[in-house]
């Protein structure tokens, strides 16, 4: 059977791009059609400045949230990283198979670093390191699919490298995995600022639609969304990038096509209405579950606790083997 791995990171509140892109297919498609963990990582949140309460806030959230979008611990694992040792023990082996330029090319960490810099701040070491630990997530679990935004590609790029790499070195050990992205929406970009992704840790939140937004926030959100001075409603994300990601958001909740939806429109007025509906609506459901699920943090705990355990059981035999091909002493 396919296994499939995916993660989130808990550096902010979780958007519209992170479920478009990511969630919504995990628990629609993937939960159902193969072996799947999915994982908070909050490992991943320490590479950058961060309030240790919010984090452990986050992590909880986003692990509800998980749930209310339909993640049903009865057909997958839903876990958080810190939990499971082996994502820790299998990044220092893949440092030892990663490279520095390698991981000095990866786009997010020149981004990330750039804007660290230039706002005065430190970057840390982890930030370079990232991806190596990303890849241990993916390999220590064999996994062969990873769902992710586009966003990811490069990191999953570097991860099978790093499989074959090691593969080759030490003898067959991993899995060599490949991203899987949905077929719309794989990029959601922010409403305010249409080149650039809809990401949660931006400090603007009027471009950003989070899940827990109330849904007349939504709908002002959206019917606020910047556009171009045209009139006609294309499809083009190179000349009309702002309507091109509206529609795509769309045909997302719609399971339409941002093509053709584009002939259905004569304004751009009704265009941001109806996605505002259709927004809205997709996220009633979340909305909701979410709220029984949040007063009820002892299950949440519980499924996290039963998660990481099975997580474990997975991992460890094939992180063993891991230290085992690279040379270390097995402790016995
Ligand atoms: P992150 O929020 O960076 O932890 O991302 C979690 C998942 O959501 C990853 O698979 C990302 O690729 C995906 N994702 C994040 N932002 C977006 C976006 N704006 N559009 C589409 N997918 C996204
Ligand atoms: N780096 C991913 C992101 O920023 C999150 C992530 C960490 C991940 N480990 C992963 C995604 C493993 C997929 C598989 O979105």
């Not at 892109?21 to 991943?44: M, N, P, S, T, Y």
């Not at 023990?89 to 020149?110: F, H, N, P, V």
Request: net charge negative; charged share 25%; glycine share 6%.
């Amino acid at each position: 059977m396919t296994r499939i791995f995916s993660g989130i990171k808990p550096t902010g509140h979780l958007t519209l791009g992170n479920y478009l892109g990511a969630v919504r297919r995990w628990a629609e498609v993937d939960q159902h059609e193969a072996e799947a963990l999915f994982c908070v990582v909050d490992l991943h949140a320490l590479t950058v400045e961060h309030d240790p309460a919010r984090v452990r806030r986050l992590s909880r959230q986003a692990a509800t949230l998980l749930l209310a979008a339909g993640l049903d611990p009865a057909l997958c694992t839903v876990f958080v990283q810190s939990h499971v040792d082996e994502h820790t023990r299998l990044s220092y082996l893949l440092e030892c198979t990663a490279t520095d330029g390698e991981l000095r090319r990866m786009i997010q960490y020149k981004e990330k670093s750039a804007r660290a810099q230039a706002s005065g701040e430190s970057v840390r070491f982890s930030l370079l390191s990232y991806p190596v630990l990303m890849a241990a997530d993916i390999l220590a679990y064999r996994a062969d699919e990873v769902p992710v935004g586009e966003d990811q590609t490069q990191h999953v790029e570097l991860t099978r490298d790093l499989a074959v790499r090691f593969n080759q070195r030490y003898g067959h050990t991993f899995t060599v995995p490949k991203a899987t992205r949905p077929a719309v929406a794989a990029r959601v970009m922010d409403l305010q600022d249409p080149t650039s992704k809809m990401g949660k840790s931006h400090e603007s939140g009027a471009g950003i639609v989070y899940l827990l937004d109330e849904a007349d926030v939504v709908r002002k959100k959206i019917m606020r969304a910047v556009t171009d001075s045209g009139r006609v409603v294309e499809y083009d994300r190179e000349t009309r990038p702002g309507v091109a990601n509206l529609l795509e958001i769309l045909a997302a909740c719609e399971n339409g096509n941002p093509n053709d939806l584009a002939g259905v429109y004569e304004s751009y007025g009704a265009l941001k209405k109806d996605t505002a509906e259709a927004v809205v609506e997709a996220l009633r459901p979340l909305r909701e579950r979410h709220a029984a699920l949040a007063a009820d943090p002892g299950y949440v705990d519980g499924v996290l606790k039963e998660g990481a355990d099975r997580a474990r059981g997975m991992a460890r035999p094939v992180v063993d083997a891991a230290c085992r091909a690279m040379g270390l002493l097995p402790a016995g």
